[in-house]
């Protein structure tokens, strides 16, 4: 017999699994231009050295150029993992002879920062894994300033010697820059996932009924002082929705509240606020409107779907919607408002649709 499946754990896994996806998905557009930038980099270090007379490192980075060009195929062939970590290993190496070949005085140990980014960025790499590997970078600098600091070097080509530091020291923060400002964008751009997936309807396009009892929870004083002195609130229902539903199915139905979420909203202020509240119910909030503007705003909401919602299966019976309005007065809270709405709106089915009361 099989052992039960935890959901859970399953759930978590898969997320594991897509996320990671994600991560290594998130490389591809940079991967190949890190490889390149790298590869011409070292082929400039390569005529550097090769200016200084430091031939040891010359023949080094002909192996890091190398080194780069590969990394760089196999970026170009997805393995993003493996590239990542064949360009944090050169860099480790590079850092290291480069520094105890040349001295500090130019710089070269700084390129041992940037591996950290790129240690802590790789998704599929554990956080043990990737938290001792870091130490083991931070180490590994402490030692070589260390250990190269009583030591004298002589060079050639001495005036360039303050410039190459600069420059080093400049190439070795650039990554840090940019991976905070992709870090940033890439925050930025959840959240914008975040709050759509937990305010928005999938379907409408519009708020979902969630967003609007968060907004107007907060407080209906406090609300009306930091948005709205008041507000009114109009409760929308598609006539016949449910046997527009049964008798032409549920993708005429779900263009039904495509269509009709366009139509409010086209007719709305961008101060007022539109959102599905429930099946073919909608609910819209009309800031600093009294009873007499909201009835103008529904009148054309009404002339509006009759004349813009074109579907060919109801050309017979067309598109109508009944609605509810009520003003928010002073002391009356939302919920109270939905409600006095809510009746008006029943008694509007109630007594023959496609038509309004307040």
Same mark, same amino acid.
């Given at each position: 017999?099989?052992?039960?499946?935890?959901?859970?754990?399953?759930?978590?896994?898969?997320?594991?699994?897509?996320?990671?996806?994600?991560?290594?998905?998130?490389?591809?557009? *940079?991967?190949?231009? %890190?490889?390149? +930038?790298?590869? &011409?980099?070292?082929?400039?270090? !390569? #005529?550097?050295?090769?200016?200084?007379?430091?031939?040891?490192?010359?023949?080094?980075?002909?192996?890091?150029?190398?080194?780069?060009?590969?990394?760089?195929?196999?970026?170009?062939?997805?393995?993003?993992?493996?590239?990542?970590?064949?360009?944090?290993?050169?860099?480790?190496?590079?850092?290291?002879?480069?520094?105890?070949?040349?001295?500090?005085?130019?710089?070269?140990?700084?390129?041992?920062?940037?591996?950290?980014?790129?240690?802590?960025?790789?998704?599929?790499?554990?956080?043990?894994?990737?938290?001792?590997?870091?130490?083991?970078?931070?180490?590994?600098?402490?030692?070589?300033?260390?250990?190269?600091?009583?030591?004298?070097? *002589?060079?050639?080509? %001495?005036?360039? +010697?303050?410039? &190459?530091?600069?420059?080093?020291? !400049? #190439?070795?923060?650039?990554?840090?820059?940019?991976?905070?400002?992709?870090?940033?964008?890439?925050?930025?751009?959840?959240?914008?996932?975040?709050?759509?997936?937990?305010?928005?309807?999938?379907?409408?396009?519009?708020?979902?009924?969630?967003?609007?009892?968060?907004?107007?929870?907060?407080?209906?004083?406090?609300?009306?002082?930091?948005?709205?002195?008041?507000?009114?609130?109009?409760?929308?229902?598609?006539?016949?929705?449910?046997?527009?539903?049964?008798?032409?199915?549920?993708?005429?139905?779900?263009?039904?509240?495509?269509?009709?979420?366009?139509?409010?909203?086209?007719?709305?202020?961008?101060?007022?606020?539109?959102?599905?509240?429930?099946?073919?119910?909608?609910?819209?909030?009309?800031?600093?409107?009294?009873?007499?503007?909201?009835?103008?705003?529904?009148?054309?909401?009404?002339?509006?779907?009759?004349?813009?919602?074109?579907?060919?299966?109801?050309?017979?019976?067309?598109?109508?919607?009944?609605?509810?309005?009520?003003?928010?007065?002073?002391?009356?809270?939302?919920?109270?408002?939905?409600?006095?709405?809510?009746?008006?709106?029943?008694?509007?089915?109630?007594?023959?649709?496609?038509?309004?009361?307040?």
């Amino acid at each position: 017999m099989k052992a039960p499946v935890n959901s859970r754990n399953h759930l978590e896994d898969s997320y594991k699994e897509l996320e990671s996806r994600h991560g290594l998905t998130r490389f591809e557009t *940079s991967m190949r231009t %890190i490889c390149f +930038v790298g590869a &011409i980099a070292h082929i400039a270090f !390569l #005529f550097l050295f090769a200016l200084m007379d430091v031939v040891a490192m010359v023949i080094f980075n002909i192996v890091s150029v190398a080194v780069w060009i590969f990394a760089f195929f196999l970026s170009q062939r997805r393995q993003f993992e493996k590239s990542v970590n064949i360009i944090a290993a050169e860099m480790y190496c590079h850092a290291i002879v480069a520094t105890l070949f040349v001295g500090p005085d130019l710089g070269f140990q700084y390129y041992l920062w940037p591996i950290l980014g790129l240690l802590l960025s790789l998704p599929n790499n554990k956080l043990k894994q990737s938290t001792f590997l870091c130490l083991l970078v931070v180490i590994s600098f402490i030692l070589l300033t260390l250990f190269t600091k009583n030591v004298s070097y *002589s060079y050639e080509l %001495i005036f360039i +010697v303050e410039w &190459i530091y600069a420059m080093n020291v !400049l #190439f070795a923060a650039l990554p840090f820059i940019f991976t905070i400002l992709y870090l940033r964008n890439d925050n930025l751009v959840n959240e914008k996932e975040l709050f759509s997936q937990a305010n928005m309807d999938p379907l409408s396009g519009t708020y979902n009924r969630r967003f609007v009892n968060d907004l107007m929870s907060t407080s209906d004083t406090e609300q009306r002082r930091r948005s709205f002195d008041t507000y009114t609130i109009v409760l929308g229902d598609v006539d016949h929705f449910k046997q527009i539903n049964d008798t032409h199915g549920h993708q005429v139905g779900d263009e039904v509240i495509r269509r009709v979420a366009e139509v409010l909203q086209d007719n709305v202020r961008d101060s007022d606020i539109v959102s599905r509240w429930g099946g073919e119910e909608f609910l819209v909030i009309l800031a600093n409107a009294d009873t007499e503007t909201a009835e103008k705003v529904v009148n054309k909401i009404r002339h509006g779907i009759k004349a813009e919602i074109q579907i060919p299966v109801l050309k017979e019976t067309g598109v109508t919607m009944s609605f509810g309005i009520a003003n928010a007065h002073r002391h009356m809270s939302f919920e109270e408002t939905v409600r006095q709405a809510d009746i008006k709106l029943y008694q509007a089915k109630a007594t023959g649709r496609d038509k309004m009361l307040s």
